[in-house]
C-alpha cells in the first residue's frame, strides 16, 4: 500500500463526503488517494454524529479493496492500529476500543469512519491533535489530545507524514488475511476486552456480556448467561 502526498484544503465540510462524491464520479481517483483539510465543518462520526476539527487533523484514505463488505468491518481496526504506532512513536500508550476509537487511559483521542462507495472505501481519520483542556472539557465523553498528554503543541501535516508512513503495514496485512493479521495485536490493546460491557445500536435495546474475544471478521463475542453471542455493530460502553 502507497499513499499519495495529502491533497490539503483550508477548508471542507466533510473530507470523507467529498471523497465519496468523486469515488463515484467520471474521474475516480486512484486508491491511496489522501485528501486532508485544515478545518471542517460538517464532519461526520457514527451514526451520523457530528465533527467539527478546527486545530486538529481530519483527513480520509480511498482505497480499493479485493475483499467483501463484511471483511471491511475490521479495516478501521487496521487503521486504529496504526495510529496506535503513531502514538507511541510520541511516547504514548495506547488502547483500541471496538469497532474505531483510539484511547489514551480511557479517553479518546481518535475516532475512525470507514463508509463504501461501489468498489472503494473511504476510511476518515479525525485524531485530537492541539485540542487543549477547555475544548476537551466540552466534549460530553472523556477526550485527551497529543498536545494535552505531550505538553507541546504539534504541526498537523508532520503527525499525518508521520501516520502514513505507519497505516501500509497494518492495510497490507489486513489486504492479505483480513481480522486474523491483527487479532493478536488488536486484542492485546483492547480497552474493554475481559469486561462487562453493553452494546446498543440506535434505538435498539442494547446488548450486554462479558467481551471474550473477536470473531473471525472482527465481530463482537460476548458471554452472557453461559451463551455467547456475536456483534456486528453498535457502540460499546
Known amino acids: 500500500m502507497e499513499f499519495a502526498d ?22 475516480p481517483p486512484v486508491a491511496g488517494t489522501v485528501l486532508a483539510v485544515q478545518r471542517q465543518t460538517a464532519g461526520r462520526g457514527r451514526y451520523e454524529r457530528s465533527w467539527i476539527s478546527g486545530r486538529d ?10 475483499s467483501a463488505p463484511a471483511r471491511t468491518l475490521s479495516l478501521p ?3 486504529a492500529l496504526g ?22 487511559a480511557g479517553r479518546k483521542i481518535c475516532g475512525i469512519l ?8 473511504v476510511v476518515g481519520v479525525g485524531l485530537n491533535v492541539n485540542m487543549d483542556a477547555a475544548e476537551a472539557a466540552a466534549l460530553d465523553k472523556p477526550a485527551t489530545s497529543l498536545k494535552l498528554e505531550t505538553t507541546v503543541e504539534h504541526r498537523v501535516e508532520e503527525v499525518l507524514e508521520d501516520l502514513l508512513e505507519r497505516l501500509p503495514r497494518w492495510i497490507d496485512r489486513w ?7 491483527l487479532r493478536q495485536d488488536f486484542s492485546a490493546r483492547c480497552y474493554n476486552l475481559g469486561r462487562q460491557v453493553s452494546v446498543a445500536e440506535g434505538r435498539d435495546e442494547p446488548t450486554q456480556g462479558l ?16 451463551r455467547r453471542l456475536e456483534v456486528w455493530a453498535g457502540d460499546l460502553s
Not at 57 to 66: G, I, V
Not at 114 to 121: H, L, N, P
Not at 175 to 181: C, S
Not at 219 to 225: A, E, I, K, S, V
Request: aromatic share 6%; glycine share 6%.
Open 6 to 27: 495529502p491533497e490539503w484544503h483550508a477548508e471542507l465540510p466533510s473530507t470523507n463526503t467529498e471523497l465519496l462524491r468523486r469515488a463515484v464520479s467520471d474521474r
Open 57 to 66: 487533523l481530519t483527513f480520509s484514505l480511498l482505497l480499493r479493496p479485493d
Open 77 to 79: 481496526m487496521a487503521v
Open 83 to 104: 495510529v496506535c504506532d503513531l502514538l507511541q512513536h510520541y511516547g504514548l500508550t495506547a488502547q483500541t476500543k471496538w469497532p474505531n476509537d483510539v484511547l489514551i
Open 114 to 121: 470507514s463508509e463504501r462507495a461501489a468498489d472503494a472505501v
Open 175 to 181: 489486504e492479505q488475511d483480513g481480522f486474523e493479521a
Open 211 to 226: 467481551l471474550t474475544g473477536f470473531g473471525a471478521e472482527g465481530q463482537l463475542l460476548l458471554l452472557r448467561d453461559g
